[in-house]
C-alpha cells in the first residue's frame, strides 16, 4: 500500500514538473511576448548536450543537472517580464506568467517529497545549498549598506531594490523545487527534448 | 622541511610513478607559473592600449603555451596521466558554463566570447598549470617566493612612481582599483608567507612588503583587502609575538598612510571616500554603479547582459539616479558586477566557488595544530590571509578585471593543492604511526 502511494506521489511530481516546463514553452511561444534572445543555437547546443545518456561520469552528470536547471531558470525569467490582468468588477488583478510555472513547480516538490519519505537526503542540495544561501547573504547585506548610503546622497527611497531580493526569493524557489527532480535521468532527457525543440523554433522564427 | 618533503615524496606512489612520466612537463609547469606570476606585476606593460597585447602579454602567453604542451600531452598519452594533477571543482566549471550559456543573449557575440575564452583560459589553463607546478613543498615554495617577487616588483615600482616621479599612476596599473585588488591580495599572500619563514631578513622583507602596500595603496578596496587580510593572519597566528609584530607593522602602515594623505598633493585616498563626481577615484561613482548594477539585475535576473557585456547595457541602467551619469564606467564591485554579467545564477556559481574552495583552507586550518613549526598550518593559514583578502577586494573592485584574474585563480589552486599535498602527507604520517 505505501509502496503504491510512493509510485504515485514520484509519477504525479514528475508530471507536473513536466507540465510546468511545457506550459512555460507554449506561453513564451503562443503569446507573441518577445524573447530577447540573440544567439539561441548555443541554448539548442545545451538543451542537446542533456539528452546525452553518461553511464557512469558523475562530473557530467552534475553538470548537466546545472545545465538543465539554467535553461529551464531562463525560461522562466522570459515568462518573469510579462503580466497577465485579472478584472473583477472593482479590481484588477495583475499577475506575472511565471507564477503558474513557480506554482506546478512546488506543488511537484511536495509530492515528490511524499515519494522520498524515509529515504537519504539528496546530497547534491546540500552541496550547494550554502552557495545560494551566501548569494541570499550577500545580495541582502549590499541592500542594507547601498539604501541608506543613496538615501543619504540623493533622497531617493530606493524601495524597488527589493524587487532583487523578490525574484532571488522566486528562484531560490525553482531551485529547491527542480534540482532534486533533474538527478533523475529520463526527467533530464524529458526537458532536454522539450527545450530542444522550443530553441529550435526560436532559432528559425528569429524572435 | 626537507625530510618533510623526503617523507611525501617516498610515500606518495602516484607521485613517484607520475614525476618519472612527467618530469620534463612538471619543470615546464614550474617554469611557465613562476613567468605567468612575476610577468603578472608588469600588468599589459609597455603597450597598455593594445589588444593584441592584452590578449598576448608575458603572463597570458604562458598559460597559452602552457594550453597547448597540455593539450597535446594529453593527447599523445590518451588522457593515462589525468590523476596526478587536479582539475578545478565542479563550481569552477558551473560558473564558466554559466558564462558560455549567457553568450546567447550577447549583443556583441565578438565580445562575450572574447571574454568566455579569457575566462576559460585563465579558470582552465591557469588552475592546471598552478595545480600541476605544486607538487610538494619545495615547489610550494617557489611558487611563494614567485608571489613575494610579483609584490615586491608592484610595490616598488608604484612607491617610485607616485613618491619620486609624482605621477598618478599606480606602478604599473593606470587604475587604483586595479592595483588595489592585485596588491590588496598579493601583499597579504606574500607577507603571510615571509612573517612566518622565521628568518630575520624574511621578517623584515614582509613588514616592507606590508608597509609598502599600505602607503602606496589609492583606493579604498586596496585598504580594506589589507586590513582584512592582515587581521585573518593576526586572528590565526598562534605565536603571540607574531601577532603583535604583524600587528604593528599594519598600524604602522596604516598610520604612514593617514599622514602622507593629509597633503592634498599626495591623496587619492581621500579622494576615493569623498562624494566628487569626476573620472577615477570618487565615492558617488562607485554607488552610481553600484546602483546601475542592481537595476540590471532586476530586470535581466538570470540571463544578465551576457559575459563581459555589461558596458553594452551599462548607460540604459542609470535611471532612478538624479541625473545621467557621464563619468567613464568601471565595474567597483565583483559581486554585482558578476551578478549583472551572467544574472542570479553566476553569482550563485561563483559563490559556489568560494564557499567551496573557502571551506577547504578553512578546514584545513581547522584540522591541524596551532603550532607554527607545523608545516601544514603554516601554508594553511598564509592561504586563509590570501582568500579572505581576495573577497574583501571583489566588493570595492573585481577580481575579474584583465589582468587579474591570475591572481583569483592563483589563490584558489593554492587552496586546493596545499589541502592535496598535506592530506597525503598527513596519511603518510597516519600510516607511519
Redesign the interface.
Known amino acids: 500500500m505505501t509502496k503504491q502511494i510512493t509510485t504515485r506521489a514520484k509519477i504525479i511530481g514528475f508530471s507536473l514538473s513536466a507540465t510546468a516546463v511545457i506550459t512555460a514553452c507554449c506561453v513564451c511561444l503562443f503569446s507573441e511576448m518577445p524573447i530577447?534572445?540573440?544567439?539561441?543555437?548555443?541554448?539548442v547546443v545545451?538543451s542537446l548536450f542533456l539528452l546525452i545518456p553518461f553511464a557512469s561520469n558523475y562530473?557530467a552528470k552534475?553538470?548537466q543537472k546545472?545545465?538543465g536547471?539554467?535553461?529551464t531558470?531562463?525560461l522562466?525569467?522570459e515568462l518573469?517580464?510579462q503580466n497577465f490582468q485579472l478584472s473583477g468588477d472593482s479590481i484588477d488583478v495583475t499577475i506575472s506568467y511565471s507564477a503558474p510555472v513557480f506554482l506546478l513547480c512546488i506543488i511537484a516538490y511536495m509530492m515528490g517529497k511524499i515519494g522520498d519519505a524515509g529515504k537519504f537526503q539528496n546530497l547534491g542540495t546540500i552541496n550547494?545549498l550554502?552557495?545560494?544561501l551566501?548569494?541570499v547573504i550577500?545580495?541582502i547585506f549590499?541592500?542594507a549598506f547601498?539604501t541608506p548610503?543613496?538615501m543619504r546622497?540623493?533622497g531617493?527611497g530606493?524601495e524597488?531594490?527589493l524587487?532583487?531580493l523578490g525574484?532571488?526569493c522566486l528562484?531560490f524557489l525553482l531551485f529547491v523545487a527542480l534540482w532534486g527532480k533533474l538527478d533523475r535521468p529520463r526527467f533530464r532527457q524529458f526537458i532536454g527534448v522539450i527545450l530542444t525543440v522550443f530553441y529550435f523554433v526560436i532559432t528559425f522564427a528569429k524572435r | 622541511m626537507l625530510e618533510q618533503t623526503t617523507a611525501l615524496e617516498n610515500n606518495s606512489s602516484i607521485m613517484i610513478i607520475s614525476r618519472s612520466r612527467t618530469d620534463w612537463l612538471y619543470t615546464a609547469a614550474i617554469i611557465l607559473s613562476a613567468i605567468a606570476i612575476v610577468s603578472s606585476a608588469f600588468h599589459f606593460w609597455p603597450f597598455e592600449q593594445s589588444n593584441i597585447w592584452q590578449a598576448l602579454c608575458p603572463s597570458n602567453l604562458a598559460l597559452w603555451v602552457w594550453s597547448i604542451l597540455l593539450t597535446g600531452y594529453c593527447f599523445l598519452k590518451r588522457f593515462k596521466f589525468v590523476g596526478i594533477f587536479s582539475l578545478p571543482h565542479?563550481?569552477v566549471?558551473?560558473y564558466l558554463?554559466?558564462n558560455?550559456?549567457s553568450?546567447?543573449?550577447?549583443?556583441d557575440?565578438s565580445r562575450a566570447v572574447n571574454f568566455a575564452i579569457k575566462l576559460g583560459l585563465l579558470l582552465l589553463g591557469g588552475f592546471t598549470l598552478f595545480s600541476f607546478a605544486i607538487r610538494n613543498i619545495r615547489s610550494l615554495n617557489t611558487i611563494y617566493a614567485s608571489i613575494t617577487l610579483a609584490a615586491v616588483i608592484s610595490v616598488s615600482y608604484c612607491l617610485v612612481n607616485r613618491f619620486a616621479l609624482c605621477s598618478d599612476k599606480f606602478g604599473f596599473f593606470n587604475s587604483p582599483y586595479k592595483y588595489g585588488t592585485f596588491i590588496g591580495t598579493l601583499a597579504p599572500l606574500s607577507s603571510a608567507y615571509l612573517f612566518t619563514g622565521g628568518k630575520k631578513w624574511k621578517i623584515l622583507l614582509g613588514g616592507a612588503v606590508v608597509i609598502g602596500a599600505f602607503i602606496s595603496s589609492g583606493s579604498l578596496g586596496a585598504l580594506a583587502s589589507l586590513v582584512v587580510g592582515m587581521s585573518t593572519l593576526i586572528l590565526i597566528l598562534p605565536e603571540w609575538s607574531l601577532k603583535f609584530l604583524v600587528s604593528a607593522t599594519m598600524l604602522c602602515g596604516i598610520g604612514i598612510l593617514l599622514l602622507l594623505n593629509t597633503s592634498p598633493a599626495v591623496s587619492p585616498l581621500r579622494n576615493d571616500i569623498k562624494?566628487l563626481e569626476k573620472d577615477g577615484l570618487n565615492l558617488?561613482q562607485r554607488?552610481i554603479e553600484?546602483?546601475a548594477e542592481?537595476n540590471i539585475?532586476?530586470?535581466?535576473?538570470?540571463?544578465g547582459t551576457?559575459a563581459g557585456c555589461i558596458n553594452q547595457y551599462r548607460s540604459n541602467f542609470y535611471y532612478?539616479?538624479?541625473k545621467l551619469n557621464t563619468l567613464k564606467p568601471f565595474d567597483q564591485?565583483g559581486?554585482?558586477a558578476t551578478?549583472a554579467e551572467t544574472?542570479?545564477?553566476g553569482?550563485?556559481?561563483l559563490?559556489?566557488i568560494?564557499?567551496?574552495y573557502g571551506?577547504l583552507a578553512f578546514c584545513r586550518l581547522s584540522n591541524t595544530m596551532q603550532k607554527l613549526n607545523n608545516t601544514i598550518y603554516r601554508f594553511a593559514a598564509i592561504n586563509l590571509a590570501g582568500f579572505t583578502a581576495m573577497s574583501a577586494a571583489n566588493i570595492f573592485s573585481s577580481v575579474h578585471y584583465n589582468g587579474i584574474l591570475i591572481v583569483f585563480v592563483l589563490v584558489l589552486a593554492l587552496i586546493s593543492r596545499t589541502t592535496w599535498i598535506f592530506g597525503e602527507q598527513q596519511n603518510a604520517d597516519n600510516q607511519n604511526y
Do not use: D
Open positions: 530577447p534572445i540573440e544567439h539561441p543555437v548555443i541554448l545545451a562530473s552534475k553538470f546545472i545545465v536547471f539554467y535553461l531558470s531562463v522562466v525569467n518573469s517580464l550547494i550554502p552557495a545560494w551566501l548569494a550577500i545580495i549590499h541592500m547601498l548610503m543613496l546622497f540623493y531617493y530606493y524597488r531594490n524587487s532583487v525574484s532571488l528562484y | 565542479l563550481s566549471f558551473a558554463g554559466v558560455i550559456l553568450v546567447a543573449f550577447a549583443p557575440l562624494p558617488k554607488y553600484w546602483q542592481i539585475l532586476e530586470a535581466r535576473s538570470i540571463t551576457s532612478r539616479l538624479p564591485n559581486w554585482l551578478s544574472g542570479l545564477l553569482l550563485v556559481s559563490c559556489w568560494l564557499t567551496h571551506k
